[in-house]
């Protein structure tokens, strides 16, 4: 393989790294705690898009279990957000770990 062909195929690989980014910035993801009482849907790039909690959580007693509900829904959120770039990045034959230095 010569130069330019690396370059060519270094030229694709970012533009197929750009496209999904620009469709990561966009898919939406839920995270979810307490049995579902509470969720928080985010984007791929963790832009917190929504917050469901429960109107049974909404009372004074209940303050900090809401709390560690909402961190634990958006954790999850991140984590389902994480995996599923992972997956579009190994469907586009390209490895997760690239991530680390591109988002």
Known sequence: ???????????????????MQAKLDTQEVTG???GGMVQVTTTCKGEVKKI??????????EGEV????IIAAFNNAKQ?????????????GIS??????SL
């Open 32 to 34: 979810a705690a307490g």
């Open 80 to 92: 389902n957000a994480d995996t599923k770039a992972s997956d579009e990045m190994k469907s586009l």
């Open 1 to 19: 393989m010569n130069i330019q062909q690396m370059m060519t195929q270094a030229k694709t690989l970012q533009k197929k790294m750009q496209d």
């Open 66 to 69: 809401l709390e560690d509900l």
């Open 52 to 61: 469901n909690i429960d109107k049974s959580l909404l009372v004074p007693e």
């Open 96 to 101: 997760p770990d690239l991530m680390k230095f």
